[in-house]
Every structure is written in structure tokens, then in C-alpha cells.
């Protein structure tokens, strides 16, 4: 593995580790990072958790991947636990529906978790067919509809605070996918740096 400062660090694999020491993954003056959501007529803050130390949290999507290399790669980056947050946990890749990729993840001593509470809601995600990709618009509504699954957003800061977690989705490039929403929100409440999980070779 070698640094490159505070771009990012690149493993020498099938993946590229896009490491960030802030949230902010987008330009700052974007509205939709706003963290806030009114419920109840009062503004909601971001509850801050205390975690363990050395603890790092992931992001990787499994397009280009074979279920080998993807495993693989998460021992190679001690992730703990993968936790899928699609919204659908099917999938046409061998291996990576629900119930084979969690007992793939248990024979490698990793804790598979899934929630679909954290998935793109299925108008949101026929909006993003519609646009041909996730655009500012549709990632603020994103947004807001993941601060109202108060009770699985805290579930998964909890679990990163403790575990080395990987979020899971398909798309291969973070910044097309909600992952990266979810990973933010986690970040605002634990302080944890986020590492994204590249794949830079396509299997077929």
C-alpha cells in the first residue's frame, strides 16, 4: 500500500483506496450536504457517538468484481463487517444476492449486515433512470429521506464506531452512488475518515 498524502493511498490490487479526512467529499457550497432536517417543526442535529479507537470505515461497490476478489480485498483492508445498504439485496452476480454473500462473508470472518432502510427508495431511484445518473437534485432528496430512518442511521453509526465496516452497494465509482450520503451522515456523527473502496479491474 502506498500514501499519496492526503489524496488517497493506492493498493496495489484490484482496488484503489480513495482515503478522505473530512466528509465534505463535494464542493462545500453545495446545499444538499446540509445535515439538518426540520421534524416536528425544530431541526434535528447530528447526535455525536464516542468510538473505538483505530477504527476506520469503508464504502465499495462490487461492479467489475468477482465475489473472490471483492472478499478479498475487504480482508486486505481488515473490514470487519459488511454492511449492504441497497435497497434490493439481489443481484444477477454470482455470489452477491443477500444470502450467498453473507455466508461468503461468515466462512471469511466478516459480519454481514443488511438494512434496507439505507437503500435508495425505489421513486428516487427511477427518477435517477430517468436523469441517466444521480444528480445534485436527487442525492439532496436522498438525503432527507435517509435523517428519517433515525433508527437505522444510528444502528449503522453505532456499528462503524465499534467495527471496521465496509458499505456495500454495486456501483463501482462512490461518487454515483448513495454510499457516499450514508457515509458523510456517519462521518458528521463519529469523526471516522472514510476510505472508499475503488475496483480499477473489470471481471467478467
Known amino acids: 500500500m502506498t500514501n499519496c498524502e ?3 493511498m493506492v493498493h496495489e490490487s484490484a482496488f484503489t483506496l480513495v482515503h478522505y479526512q473530512t466528509p465534505r467529499f ?3 457550497n453545495d446545499k444538499f450536504l446540509d445535515s439538518t432536517i426540520a421534524v416536528g417543526g425544530k431541526l434535528a442535529q447530528p447526535r455525536v457517538v464516542k468510538r473505538r479507537s483505530k477504527i476506520s470505515l469503508f464504502t465499495a461497490g462490487y461492479e467489475g468484481l468477482a465475489l473472490p476478489d471483492f472478499l478479498r480485498q475487504l480482508k486486505a483492508a481488515s473490514v470487519e463487517v459488511l454492511f449492504d445498504i441497497r435497497y434490493r439485496p439481489q443481484s444477477r452476480k454470482p455470489g452477491f444476492s443477500k444470502n450467498k454473500l453473507a455466508a461468503a462473508c461468515k466462512r471469511r470472518g466478516i459480519r454481514y449486515l443488511h438494512d434496507p432502510k439505507l437503500g435508495t427508495p ?3 431511484m427511477a427518477a ?3 436523469a441517466g445518473e444521480y444528480t445534485p437534485q436527487i442525492f439532496k432528496r436522498y438525503r432527507r429521506f ?3 430512518q ?3 442511521l444510528e444502528t449503522a453509526v453505532e456499528v462503524a464506531s465499534k467495527e471496521n465496516t465496509c458499505l456495500l452497494c454495486y456501483e463501482r465509482d462512490y461518487r454515483t ?3 457516499k450520503i450514508v457515509a458523510e451522515e456517519i462521518t458528521l456523527r463519529t469523526g471516522l475518515p472514510v476510505t472508499h473502496l475503488r475496483a480499477e479491474e473489470i471481471v467478467t
Open 146 to 148: 435517509l435523517l428519517k
Open 128 to 130: 435517477m433512470k430517468e
Open 177 to 179: 452512488c448513495h454510499r
Open 150 to 152: 433515525v433508527e437505522s
Open 26 to 28: 463535494l464542493n462545500p
Open 6 to 8: 492526503n489524496r488517497g
Open 122 to 124: 425505489p421513486d428516487q
